[in-house]
T-cell receptor
Framework: DGGITQSPKYLFRKEGQNVTLSCEQN?????MYWYRQDPGQGLRLIYY???????QKGDIAEGYSVSREKKESFPLTVTSAQKNPTAFYLC????????????FGSGTRLTVV | GQQLNQSPQSMFIQEGEDVSMNCTSS?????WLWYKQDPGEGPVLLIA?????ELTSNGRLTAQFGITRKDSFLNISASIPSDVGIYFC?????????????FGTGTRLTIIP
């Protein structure tokens, strides 16, 4: 079955450390996205990529970095420059063009300890 | 970045009750989507709407694309415990719903025993 996989589900990080969240899709989707969700809040866009080797900043890109070396993969690095990294991170993908909006992964909960 | 306004922010209902929620925007959208997020999971697409005035059903769920293109409504009939979660609306200027989506702030649905 095709889908989008995020790993790990839970991640703990010490302050000052960088950490990379994985997102892999086998849907042959062109576009991929990273969102951050804080308790009781909506989805805020961090970065997105419409095509391999290209990506754009979203609304809250500071303290994050991404790469898109393969169509299937869009890893997100939370750097030590992100002052409040504890959150639920969601990856999504979409086909260009396509009628069905985004397909989301099951998320990674990052906690800074 | 822009976020759509959803109301109500939260709902506490009894099993069997009907539910109504809406989403409004200051901008016109050509596609409206409704997602549901279970606790600790990624959002899942419920209904997609592509034409102003369109009314679409998916089981006990019914959604409408507002005639002004600036709003959308979701109704759930005869709620059951598995309806608990956060409902997000999303809008796109694309006719296919695959371009960068703008998400609503979410409506949290709780069912009181």
């Amino acid at each position: 079955d095709g889908g989008i996989t995020q790993s790990p589900k839970y991640l703990f990080r010490k302050e000052g450390q960088n950490v990379t969240l994985s997102c892999e899709q086998n849907l042959n989707h062109d576009a991929m996205y990273w969102y951050r969700q804080d308790p009781g809040q909506g989805l805020r866009l961090i970065y997105y990529s419409q095509i391999v080797n290209d990506f754009q900043k979203g609304d809250i890109a500071e303290g994050y970095s991404v790469s898109r070396e393969k169509k299937e993969s869009f890893p997100l690095t939370v750097t030590s420059a992100q002052k409040n990294p504890t959150a639920f991170y969601l990856c999504a993908s979409s086909i260009n063009p396509g009628p069905h909006g985004y397909t989301f992964g099951s998320g990674t909960r990052l906690t800074v300890v | 970045g822009q976020q759509l306004n959803q109301s109500p922010q939260s709902m506490f209902i009894q099993e069997g009750e009907d539910v109504s929620m809406n989403c409004t925007s200051s901008s016109i959208f050509n596609t409206w989507l409704w997602y549901k997020q279970d606790p600790g999971e990624g959002p899942v697409l419920l209904i997609a709407l592509y034409k102003a005035g369109e009314l679409t059903s998916n089981g006990r769920l019914t959604a409408q694309f507002g005639i002004t293109r600036k709003d959308s409504f979701l109704n759930i009939s005869a709620s059951i415990p598995s309806d608990v979660g956060i409902y997000f609306c999303a809008g796109s200027i694309s006719n296919f719903g695959n371009e960068k989506l703008t998400f609503g702030t979410g409506t949290r649905l709780t069912i009181i025993p």
